[in-house]
T-cell receptor, first 113, second 111 residues
Framework: KNQVEQSPQSLIILEGKNCTLQ??????????LRWYKQDTGRGPVSLTI?????NTKSNGRYTATLDADTKQSSLHITASQLSDSASYIC????????????FGTGTRLTVIP | NAGVTQTPKFRVLKTGQSMTLLCAQD?????MYWYRQDPGMGLRLIHY???????AKGEVPDGYNVSRLKKQNFLLGLESAAPSQTSVYFC??????????FGQGTRLTVV
């Protein structure tokens, strides 16, 4: 069964600190993995995309990693800011079909001053 | 570009009432989707469309109908609203196997 699991469910950190969010998946055949950021009351917005051959990709203070062998991904946030407070959703795409997006339940990050 | 626009943003319905949610995209995307998001759960696919005039059921289609008469629009209908349909609804669009772009969401409450 195609599944995406994220941990932790929620996280509270102090402004300026780093944090790492985890995503494990069983989606097959694998096409790509995206991390989305969803601010409260808004739709999800893509942060990064990882394909099978990529191990690491950065987008500013966000760095995503992918281990296709163990089917794990992480999103590392450096020097957190208050504006990083949001839900982060891991979305894995299968290779075929329009109904090919599998969503994790998200990690709710709260950055406090 | 407006991207993906959903209307309305908020709505309160009484049990048994009907309504239609409108999604419009201006990116010429082939694929369009309707999801619902409930607390503690990931986004769940209700219906989707791979092109004008075509629709298909997703994971949780019961109680909903959709239509895609024009490429840029994807309508989600509730024929007889139930409290279990209280949720936040998101529309998305994409090219095949590409990034999905989401609307701002519609918060629906059924009382």
């Amino acid at each position: 069964k195609n599944q995406v699991e994220q941990s932790p469910q929620s996280l509270i950190i102090l402004e300026g600190k780093n944090c790492t969010l985890q995503c494990n998946y069983t989606v097959s055949p694998f096409s790509n993995l995206r991390w989305y950021k969803q601010d409260t009351g808004r739709g999800p917005v893509s942060l990064t995309i990882m394909t099978f051959s990529e191990n690491t990709k950065s987008n500013g203070r966000y760095t995503a990693t992918l281990d296709a062998d163990t089917k794990q991904s992480s999103l590392h946030i450096t020097a957190s800011q208050l504006s990083d407070s949001a839900s982060y959703i891991c979305v894995v795409s299968a290779l075929a079909g329009a109904n090919n997006l599998f969503f994790g339940t998200g990690t709710r990050l709260t950055v406090i001053p | 570009n407006a991207g993906v626009t959903q209307t309305p943003k908020f709505r309160v319905l009484k049990t048994g009432q009907s309504m239609t949610l409108l999604c419009a995209q201006d990116m010429n995307h082939e694929y369009m989707y309707w999801y619902r998001q409930d607390p503690g759960m990931g986004l769940r696919l209700i219906h989707y469309s791979v092109g004008e005039g075509t629709t298909a059921k997703g994971e949780v289609p019961d109680g909903y109908n959709v239509s895609r008469l024009k490429k840029q629009n994807f309508l989600l209908g509730l024929e007889s609203a139930a409290p279990s349909q209280t949720s936040v609804y998101f529309c998305a669009s994409s090219y095949p196997l590409n990034e999905a772009f989401f609307g701002q969401g519609t918060r629906l409450t059924v009382v």
